[in-house]
């Protein structure tokens, strides 16, 4: 059974940052190329951030790049996202899921930047 487990989130200031975390199981995780994805409230899910299987590359939505970087650690069927410089417009439940897709979405991890 595929699973993903997000963690990290919280609510943080503008300015600040955070580290999320997601463990993968169930799945041959380290062939597998990792997104994270949120979801605002009243917005459709979009991508944030993509990496490749062995880590070399990594993609970003215009919004984040320069402020967000994704790792990983196949060691530990594991992907993060450093965030920094939030923003407001951030806020939002994120996810993990590989593609292409598999098994269902975890339940994500809260992060809400507010004054």
């Known amino acids: 059974q595929v699973q993903f487990v997000e963690s990290g989130g919280g609510l943080v200031q503008p300015g600040g940052s955070l580290r999320l975390s997601c463990v993968a199981s169930?799945?041959?995780?380290?062939?597998?190329?990792m997104r994270w994805y949120r979801q605002a409230p009243g917005k459709e899910r979009e991508l944030v951030a993509g990496?490749?299987?062995?880590?070399?590359?990594?993609v970003y939505t215009d919004s984040v790049r320069g402020r967000f970087a994704i790792s990983r650690d196949n060691a530990r069927n594991m992907i993060f996202l450093q965030m920094n410089d939030l923003k407001p417009e951030d806020t939002a439940l994120y996810y993990c899921?590989?593609?292409?897709?598999?098994?269902?979405w975890g339940q994500g991890t809260q992060v809400t930047v507010s004054p």
């Open positions: 169930g799945l041959r995780f380290s062939v597998y190329y």
């Open positions: 899921m590989p593609a292409p897709p598999r098994g269902d």
């Open positions: 990496i490749s299987a062995g880590g070399e590359n990594t």
